[in-house]
């Protein structure tokens, strides 16, 4: 029997929020989290973004702040959200105002990489609700801007990622400064050693709600992989995103993951020059820029979004069809991280691996830690040509150049295949797409693991 949001003990303010949000059912780890959250207990939440732990954790915490009803303490919070990333701490604060929206809670978010005197101000009569990454708080801590005496919640949300970023010293500094009989709340997608620890430190026997088992892939999504040299990658990307050789699904926002700043501004330019136009986001790029970069993408104006992991954490945009990993993560779990941005919220998604052969030791870690089923992918039948500068669009100047970019739609070619899902071969190209390379036979596979359509599968 599938639980209810009625049956989880919410109330009608945060009930009606979740009306007006569109949500009809709990997930796994919402049911199983928000009724010992509402008890009071703490949490140890092992969950990878897009599961809905976000509302696992606000939905609870808001009843509980609207139940205890404590004034909003003067230069400090009720409840202290961490997040690693300022995208994170951004759509947090978001979530809290739409969920608490109905029950009068002041919410705001302060983050690295915009004015401090600003959030001074807007701190200095407290809020009940604070989202924040750990650096900036500790700023306006130092400053005396603010305490976190009031703290009677405090949640970690993707603690791992926050270790990996540096975070520890301040972990550590605020876990002095909070009040000892508050509710801890702490998420992580995996569980190392130094996770565990903080664990220890911060929570108070928690109740542990596993939803997946950490660093096993979605199961949403179908993956892909391509075996190409370092070198050639970038011809390959261009050909894929100009639709000039097929991949499964339909484009509708593709995110790449790349390993480096610098090599995420390179393949700005480059695709630019093939008039492809996308954003990169990085920790070099201010926070304006960030926020464009991602406000393009959402609204799909620059659909095509390149990324390194650190900023890339978190990301919660609807309808990102695909992501491509240009480069593996030598982490595995990272893996499961940059994939799990597509196949959000009940969606499928695809994710395109491109492995060199340096790479090969990362693809046996990915594989072996989660269990990923690649469908190998060929490269374009002229492919050689291309890389080579012999093929046509090399050589071809700018404005002459095959149509392309956008990530429209394709005509026929990749489109979900309806009633048998995505994943489907290719159909057809239009001719101006095609004008700058040839299409390779067998491409786009037949694969939908799910779906058991194996045919034309070719593990590697
Ligand atoms: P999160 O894992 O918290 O980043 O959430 C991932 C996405 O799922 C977000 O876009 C949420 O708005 C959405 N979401 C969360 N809970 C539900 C739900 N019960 N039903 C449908 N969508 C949800």
Redesign the pocket.
Known sequence: MTTTFDQLGLSQPVLQALDL?G?????PI?AQAIPPVLEGRDLLGI?Q???????AFMLPSIDRLREADNQTPFKSCRMLVLAPTRELAG?IAE?AKDYGALAGLKVHSIVGGTSVNKDRNKLHRGTDILVATPGRLLDLIDQKAFNLSGVEILVLDEADQMLDLGFIHALRKISQLVPQDRQTLFFSATMPTAIKELVGKYCNNPVTVSVTPAATTAERIDQYLFMVQQDEKQTLLEMILSERHPVPGKFERVLIFARTKHGCDRMVKKLSQCGIPSNAIHGNKSQPQRERALGEFKSAKTPILIATDVAAR?I?I?GVSHVINYELPNVPEQYVHRIGRTA???ADGIAIAMCAEDERAYLKDIRKTTDAEFERLDLPENFRAVVEGVGPTKRAPPGQRAPRANVKPRQGGGQRKPGGGRGGKPQGQSSGQRSGGQRSGGQGGGGNRRRNRRGGRNNT
């Not at 949500?23 to 997930?27: I, Q």
């Not at 973004?49 to 509302?55: C, E, F, R, S, V």
Request: aromatic share 4%; net charge positive; hydrophobic share 15%.
């Open positions: 949000k949500y009809s059912e709990p997930t919402q969950a973004t897009g599961t809905g732990k976000t509302a759509q979530s978190g919660d609807p959000r919220a009940g």
